[in-house]
């Protein structure tokens, strides 16, 4: 009887991990077709829409990139990309960005604005299918005197 019980146990448990295992891989599949879906006409695909700086120090590097793929059948043309104030200032490739090809968003933040939280984004005009894409960049500057110690 005992062995029946402990046999029953090991095909369940083989089975439950069969099944596990075949989920975690049709997920990630689904996953990588959803990151790559292609569209007629130009596209961006980012990896992350929303860069946090986390706590930064005063006066510190306020450079970050965000990393886009052209997901499209058709080259794709950045036109324009306007940061929400003065103190974010984007940067863009000025020459088409080819299907497949990836490409860069450069965007500084004014790290001598000391003491306070800041939520700011960039509104990128492009020739894509959605032509407006608005990125996030948020973060926290310490205070000047808090760098000294």
Known sequence: MKKIIALALLVTLGVTTSNAQETTKKLK???????T??????????????IDYG??????????????????????I????????GCTVPTYPKEPIAPGAKGIIGVKY??????????KTVTLTTNAVVPSKTLTIKGNVLAADATKS
């Open 110 to 119: 004014d790290t001598s604005r000391a003491g306070q939280a800041f939520t």
């Open 29 to 35: 599949a689904t996953n990588t077709k959803l990151a």
């Open 78 to 85: 950045i036109t324009n990309a306007q940061g929400s104030c």
């Open 55 to 76: 706590t930064v120090a005063y006066n510190s590097d306020g450079r970050r990139e965000f990393v886009f793929t052209n997901n499209g059948n058709k080259p794709l």
């Open 37 to 50: 879906a292609k569209v007629n006409g130009a596209g961006m695909v980012f990896v992350t829409e929303t």
